[in-house]
């Protein structure tokens, strides 16, 4: 006996005719929210959303970086601080394009875009490098001193894309070295002194690349330029929100296909349009207008971007108060927030890369080299050094040479 499943028509209904029903029409309609879209997450497209399009984002970045780059740099070889190097020489002059104020502000920016940042040395004297170069051979300088001193001179410092680097690793999954496309052209340079340096900030995931702070403010990019989209299109719209013309006069009946016609040329002509804003829409015949979507009060447009806007400034470090955005200014004073900026934001970047220039830069001179930032030199901190040197000049168990050595300067003798 064959089997036969619950949903199998039985032989006898095979043949029957579907059922129709008759009576009042009509229809349901299903709606359902679609998934939202986010701002893809590589460097080309962070850069364009973000720095490019974004007043927000543009104005932490530039704020940072601008700050970062303006911090004077202090040398040390072992103990001794030193006003004249090489290597103080290479920062203030990295290459023949860039002063070192624009060289840091790019390599900060590239940091706080892509959380990475490539930067290559070329060296005449070991014939190191791609870049640019007056020097004459490529191997190890064997001339007198003076031709080595030249040759120093020579050394250049040039930022690498990072959407154009990939870290290449080896066998055991360390890195190993750096391949920098350009164009049609590959070429690989080696990670260490004297060659490539891979600067990152911290990512959870990934143990090549760095994790940028504007990816982790996406949703707060995104809401903030969706925001400014739909703004201007409703600006387009005669700063109207859409909705739709319901046709129900009493005594019944629809619009002809000439009447259809002339309502929709009406509207398009003489409503639509920033330039036809205001204009006053008369309605007879039935007609009548019922709104489709919010409202800019309704939807509390302006806290929305001053949300998303705060939360951009989180991300990147950046007190709201700084960028004028209003609410949730937890700083008493504006100075109490620059200084807090400098504090939070600006020093320990500006300290991990002083750390890294160093071990990076030391082999090169053959010198164990120390780069610092001078604190008493940036304008943001000045009200704290007018404080300390009060407390201090105001303790009178202290000897002068305690209190200079309090105040970070050596003794008299």
Not at 203 to 230: K, M, Q, S, V
Not at 240 to 261: I, T
Not at 297 to 308: H, P
Request: no cysteine; charged share 25%; net charge negative.
């Amino acid at each position: 006996m064959p089997i036969r499943w619950p949903w199998q028509l039985r032989p006898e209904r095979k043949n029957t005719p579907p059922e129709r029903k008759s009576g009042a029409s009509g229809f349901v309609a299903i709606h359902a929210q679609a998934e939202a879209r986010w701002t893809r997450r590589d460097y080309v497209t962070l850069a364009r959303e973000g720095y490019m399009r974004n007043p927000v984002v543009h104005r932490s970045v530039r704020l940072i970086a601008e700050a970062a780059s303006a911090v004077p740099w202090l040398l040390y070889v072992g103990a001794t601080e030193h006003d004249v190097h090489p290597a103080l020489d290479l920062l203030a002059r990295p290459n023949q394009r860039q002063a070192g104020a624009s060289f840091l502000e790019a390599l900060y920016g590239n940091l706080l875009l892509a959380g990475n940042a490539y930067v290559e040395l070329i060296d005449p004297s070991t014939g190191s490098g791609h870049g640019p170069s007056t020097g004459s051979g490529h191997g190890p300088s064997t001339g007198s001193g003076s031709e080595a001193a030249a040759d120093a001179g020579l050394r250049e410092l040039h930022l690498l894309r990072p959407d154009r680097v990939t870290v290449l690793a080896d066998t055991d999954g360390w890195p190993s070295g750096l391949e920098y496309r350009a164009g049609g052209a590959r070429r690989r340079i080696a990670l260490g002194a004297g060659a490539g340096l891979h600067l990152s900030l911290f990512h959870p995931i990934d143990d090549h690349y760095g994790f940028p702070p504007l990816e982790a403010a996406l949703i707060a990019l995104d809401t903030h330029n969706a925001a400014g989209r739909w703004n201007k299109a409703l600006l387009d719209n005669s700063a109207r929100p859409s909705g739709a013309l319901v046709y129900a006069p009493k005594e019944g009946g629809n619009l002809s296909d000439e009447q259809f016609d002339r309502l929709k040329l009406e509207l398009e002509e003489g409503y639509s349009g920033a330039t036809r804003a205001g204009r006053p829409l008369l309605l007879e015949g039935g007609l009548d207008w019922k709104a489709m979507s919010l409202t800019p009060k309704d939807m509390d447009f302006i806290e929305a971007k001053n949300s998303a806007s705060r939360d951009i400034a989180l991300a990147f470090g950046v007190p709201p108060m700084l960028l004028g955005i209003p609410g949730d200014n937890t700083y008493a004073n504006y100075q109490e927030a620059n200084r807090a900026f400098y504090r939070l934001t600006i020093l320990p970047l500006v300290a991990r890369t002083a750390k890294e220039l160093s071990a990076w830069l030391g082999p090169v001179f053959g010198e164990e080299l120390r780069l610092w930032f001078d604190a008493d030199q940036i304008e943001g901190l000045s009200g704290e050094r007018d404080a300390l040197w009060a407390r201090v000049g105001a303790a009178d168990f202290l000897s002068d040479d305690e209190k200079r050595e309090a105040v970070g300067y050596g003794s008299r003798q």
